[in-house]
């Protein structure tokens, strides 16, 4: 089992900056890909950012290259999400998910683990 907590929303201007954090917890050897998703109210969740569990290869989606960052703490054991340049569309709730197997980082369907989420406004 994994265990999957993410932190750091929040209520932010557009233009504005947060930084999103998942502390992962249990098995987290067994994990290979760790992602976030989000879902804003009426739309499906969608793909915002991939890493594998080594730190060496990491995705982005399209609509937030250049402005979100994804990384993996020092401990290892922690995601983060820098998100820079927020735009009001960014606004949804954020969640953190971790794959056991390699599969498309893309795809919500293959992680195995997941967080509760949590929310960013982005809002003037």
């Known amino acids: 089992q994994v265990q999957l907590a993410e932190s750091g929303g929040g209520l932010v201007r557009p233009g504005g900056s947060l930084r999103l954090s998942c502390a992962a917890s249990g098995r987290t050897t067994s994990i290979y890909t760790m992602a976030w998703f989000r879902q804003a109210p009426g739309k499906e969740r969608e793909f915002v950012a991939a890493?594998?569990?080594?730190?060496?290869?990491?995705l982005l989606a399209d609509s937030v290259k250049g402005r979100f960052t994804i990384s993996r703490g020092n401990a290892k054991s922690t995601l983060y999400l820098q998100m820079n340049s927020l735009k009001p569309e960014d606004t949804a709730v954020y969640y953190c998910?971790?794959?056991?197997?390699?599969?498309?980082?893309?795809?919500?369907?293959?992680?195995?683990?997941w967080g509760r989420g949590t929310q960013v406004t982005v809002s003037s």
């Open positions: 890493v594998s569990w080594s730190g060496s290869r990491s």
């Open positions: 998910a971790a794959d056991l197997s390699g599969r498309r980082p893309m795809e919500s369907a293959v992680y195995d683990y």
